[in-house]
């Protein structure tokens, strides 16, 4: 799904939450064309295509209000939004946050990918590789946007960019990992 109706179908959910009309709700999508999304610590130098390499392959470039820098989401990527109200389980996005990176990890195990966390850095990792990212955003304790963990995307995307504002990561996917192709239902199903 194209990201921008992805990104107001989340916040009529969130709204929607905060009012009490609907309960905790989880989007899983794979967002289609590709799209860079600039969190409140990106720097535009984090951005590092032109312009016109930009457009050359449809990515648009969108900011957003969630923490977090510079995020690629394109096929081959499993994107989760959850919408959960905190207030009934631990008001604490710190907290939030090391729960998201938990799912991607326990995930990854099922495939018998040996992830974890890394100390001062968010996201899921596989040694010094990234496979997975998490930025969040929350208003009256209701939270939004989430994690994305790579499945099989086009690994050269994330030269575009600074990915989560960490010179030199090396990013990995779960195709990579494990050398085979992971259906995106499956890795729904799994995460």
């Known amino acids: 799904l194209e990201y921008r109706r992805t990104w107001e179908l989340q916040k009529r959910i969130l709204g929607w939450r905060i009012e009490g009309r609907t309960g905790d709700t989880v989007i899983l999508v794979e967002h289609d064309p590709p ?35 510079a995020t690629l989401h394109c096929p081959g990527q499993l994107v989760a939004y959850p919408v959960i109200d905190l207030k009934g389980l631990r008001q604490d996005l710190h907290w939030y946050m090391r729960k998201l990176e938990e799912a991607m990890v326990h995930a990854l195990s099922g495939w018998g ?33 989430g994690l994305s ?37 499956e890795a729904g199903d799994r995460l």
């Open 113 to 145: 990918i040996e992830a974890g966390t890394r100390e001062g850095l968010t996201g899921a990792w596989v040694g010094r590789a990234k496979i997975g990212s998490v930025g969040i955003g929350a208003r009256n304790w209701v939270t939004c946007h």
């Open 35 to 69: 799209v860079i999304t600039l969190g409140s610590a990106a720097k535009k130098s984090h951005v590092k295509a032109t312009r016109e390499e930009l457009a050359e392959k449809g990515v648009e470039v969108i900011k957003v209000e969630r923490g977090g820098d």
């Open 149 to 185: 963990l790579n499945v099989s995307p086009d690994m050269g995307l994330f030269e575009l960019i600074v990915p989560c504002g960490i010179k030199g990561v090396k990013m990995t996917s779960v195709k990579l990992e494990t050398g085979r192709d992971v259906p995106m239902k």
